[in-house]
């Protein structure tokens, strides 16, 4: 069964930094492009970022570049997001996706997400 | 930047068809996704490349993409179904999503 569980959110202030980490069981994880979306309190989805299996490839949206790093552990079968300079707006429940079919272009299965706030 | 539009909700009866349709420039050139989320819960995938379901989605589920409009259609909608759902799209190395469709049952 494929499982993907995100760690690593809470309360942080802004400016501050976290690190979410997404661990990833029950599938080949190292063959397999990784995303970012998160989605804040009511509003919709938002793509954050792509990275492909080797880590040669990476993406990332307009409003989270020069900010958040992704980055993967293939042996350790772990997705990870870097996140500096936060901001208000940058609250959300974050969710690692996996890539549906390695063209990168959608996700077919979502971890349970994890809640990052950013506040003083 | 890429934008797809969605209307912000649809209503249907219980066993009539929903439509939920998303806008885009030219959205019938790319491949269109559609995800079912309901309050609380993780997204999940309903169709692919535009009209194709994933194993386990119900057949009443289904979709097509023309010009600038991409459409997800629930035949014989349930209850069960009610829920918001987005359309996703992919330009210049970008995901996009659409705001979402809040789908009400009654």
């Known amino acids: 069964e494929v499982q993907l569980v995100e760690s690593g959110g809470g309360l942080v202030q802004p400016g501050g930094s976290l690190r979410l980490s997404c661990a990833a069981s029950g599938f080949t994880f190292s063959t397999y492009t990784m995303n970012w979306v998160r989605q804040a309190p009511g509003k919709g989805l938002e793509w954050l970022s792509y990275i492909s299996s080797s880590s040669s490839t990476i993406y990332y949206a307009d409003s989270v570049k020069g900010r958040f790093t992704i980055s993967r552990d293939n042996a350790k079968n772990s997705l990870y997001l870097q996140m500096n300079s936060l901001r208000a707006e940058d609250t959300a429940v974050y969710y690692c996706?996996?890539?549906?079919?390695?063209?990168?272009?959608?996700?077919?299965?979502w971890g349970q997400g994890t809640l990052v706030t950013v506040s003083s | 930047s890429y934008e797809m539009t969605q209307p912000s909700s649809v209503s249907v009866s219980p066993g009539q068809t929903a439509s939920i349709t998303c806008s885009g420039d030219?959205?019938?050139?790319?491949?269109t996704f559609w995800y079912q989320q309901k309050p609380g819960q993780s997204p999940v995938l309903v169709i692919f490349?535009?009209?194709r379901r994933p194993s386990g989605i119900p057949e009443r589920f289904s979709g097509s993409n023309s010009g600038n409009t991409a459409t997800l259609t629930i035949s014989g909608t349930q209850a069960m179904d009610e829920a918001d759902y987005y359309c996703q799209a992919w330009d210049s190395s970008t995901a996009v999503f659409g705001g979402g469709t809040k789908l009400t049952v009654l």
């Open positions: 030219k959205l019938g050139d790319k491949y």
């Open positions: 490349q535009d009209s």
């Open positions: 996706a996996r890539d549906g079919d390695g063209s990168g272009f959608y996700y077919d299965y």
